[in-house]
């Protein structure tokens, strides 16, 4: 079997973290991450929740290093994680935080008491074997698992580095707004950085003050991750930025407008990414400037009868994209919008039948149905649903619910009604869903 | 009261469909309570910066005592305002 080394540099006193101010060189990352693997619980599968991104980091190759595959989940509802129990059956979680976590074995991470790095050797890593499993939605709306190998993985982090410059910024520090346990920041956050030597700072900061004081901590050239909402967040505040190189934004699509303020206030070039959890990203453009993507070199689209598949090398195999686009030239195309079924909030994706099965297997709910409104102006949109129920009232569903589902995804409001309006053949019309949306707002 | 003033000024921000008066000073507001999440937070931090002219900061020491509750954020927010 072929194997790929665990990150470019071999040096080992690279700076390949930033913890607290405080560099971190490669040979303490190695050194703490074999230490936690000597703690480690023996079973196969271990879910990484680790929220400070150099633990996750740690946790990552600690997996590796003790032939554990590294499981991401979907989201931190207790059901996923039930879910996940009853996929695999030696599975446990590794956590930085006191969060409960139903009754799923833990591994609270430790932060090792610091002594001198001894150089370590750079683990190899075997290229084919699936390391990492993450979840989309998929078009069936049942979270899906996904296997990367890291073979994908280190490939993908190259092409993305390419057409981000990155061999001219291999001294980049990264901050990132975004978990690692998603694919974006996953591939952002933990994969360029290994690819390229870059450095990346352990903080995840949430509001527009904070990404900025994070940012300060690291040196120049730095590299800001982040999505539309952070973004505007930082715009809106009129917040002073450090200086970055360029902003990489995804999740989901970031309005021109509002990425040429950014530049303009910011002073840097604001990037955005294309791509999904099965194929990782696959095309960039720069939203100021131009309005077609820009596939990433080696990925080829072609039509078949309602979708676009998508091949590259580096992808075990072709994959069918849900969302509906137009090639404009070989390599470039521009969105045209997602499956109707498909909901995207805060970039997580969900599809609305599955959703609605949920409501409506609760115990108590006669009927339900969820419904996404028109957007609020310049906000996340947000889903609502209509319920009907005898028994619970609007609280007691929404607490059944945050049991089941990302909280991304809870209805904003909830509404008891007395019927949905169904037609005929059972059908809910989306405009009839749409005046029934009117008249509950209405009686507020 | 600023409590009560802040406790409208979620629910409308958030689109909540609760009573101003229902909410418990002292619950959470995050995951449990009004089980508010990060993308809350940050329309919740645009709302505030806007009524009370200062911005919220999650990596200040006390960030988990400044969303523990409604209490505890009022409070936050009559010590840092500047309007």
């Known amino acids: 079997m072929s194997h790929l080394p665990l990150i470019t540099s071999a040096d080992p006193e690279r700076i390949v973290a930033w913890r607290n101010n405080e560099p971190c060189s490669l040979s303490r990352l190695l ?133 981000l410059g990155l061999d001219n910024l291999t001294q980049a520090a990264v901050l990132a707004t975004v978990p690692p346990q998603h694919m974006f920041g996953l591939e952002a956050s933990i994969l360029l950085p290994l690819r390229w030597g870059l450095s990346v700072s352990s903080e995840q900061p949430l509001f527009a003050a904070d990404i900025a004081a994070s940012l300060e901590k690291l040196p120049a050239p730095r590299i800001l991750i982040t999505t539309p909402l952070h973004l505007r967040n930082c715009v809106e505040e009129g917040i002073k930025l450090p200086q970055t190189a360029f902003i990489l934004s995804a999740t989901s699509t970031l309005s021109p407008t509002l990425a040429a303020q950014a530049e303009k ?49 580096h992808l075990a195999e072709s994959i069918l994209l849900s969302d509906h686009l137009k090639k404009t030239s070989e390599h470039h195309f521009i969105l045209l919008g997602r499956d109707s079924d498909m909901v995207k909030i805060a970039g997580k994706r969900a599809s609305l039948e599955d959703l609605n099965l949920r409501l409506q297997s609760l115990d108590g709910v006669e009927d339900g149905v969820f419904f996404l409104p028109g957007r609020r102006s310049a906000s996340v949109p947000r889903l609502t649903a209509f319920v009907v129920s005898n028994i619970l009232d609007e609280q007691e569903i929404a607490q059944a619910l945050r049991e089941q589902l990302d909280p991304a995804f809870l209805p904003r409001p909830l509404f008891i009604v007395d019927r949905l309006p169904r037609n005929a053949t059972g059908k809910l019309p989306q405009s009839a869903l749409v005046a029934l949306f009117k008249q509950c707002g209405a009686k507020q | ?81 500047t309007t």
């Open chain 2, 1 to 81: 009261m600023l409590e009560n003033e802040v406790a409208t000024l979620i629910i409308e921000t958030l689109n909540l469909r609760v009573d101003p008066s229902s909410i418990d000073p002292q619950a959470p507001l995050f995951t449990e309570g009004l089980g508010l999440d990060s993308i809350d937070a940050l329309e919740l931090a645009m709302s505030i910066s806007k009524k009370y002219g200062f911005q919220l900061r999650s990596n200040d020491e006390n960030n988990a005592n400044i969303f523990a509750s409604l209490s505890s954020l009022s409070k936050h927010i009559e010590s840092c305002r």
């Open chain 1, 31 to 163: 050194m703490d991450a074999k230490t936690l693997a000597g703690q480690l619980p023996d079973r196969s599968c271990l879910i990484n929740l680790c929220e400070n991104r150099y633990r996750f980091l740690v946790g990552l190759i600690a997996g590796i290093l003790k032939g554990q595959k590294t499981v991401l989940p979907p989201g931190r509802a207790n059901e996923d994680l039930k879910r996940l129990q009853q996929r695999y059956e030696s599975i446990y979680c590794l956590t930085d935080t006191d969060t409960r976590l139903g009754d799923i074995e833990i591994h609270r991470y430790v932060d090792p008491i610091s002594s001198d790095p001894v150089e370590q050797a750079t683990p190899e890593v075997p290229s084919a074997k699936p390391l990492i499993e993450l979840f989309t939605s998929g078009s069936t709306g049942k979270a899906t698992p996904q296997q990367k190998s890291w073979g994908t993985l280190w490939e993908g982090a190259r092409l993305t580095g390419v057409r």
């Open chain 1, 265 to 313: 206030l910011f002073d840097t070039q604001v990037l955005e990414i294309y791509g999904s959890t099965e194929t990782g990203a696959i095309a960039t453009r720069r939203p100021a400037l131009e309005s077609d993507w820009s596939l990433l070199p080696g990925i080829t689209l072609n039509q078949e009868t309602k979708a676009w598949r998508v091949t590259a090398a």
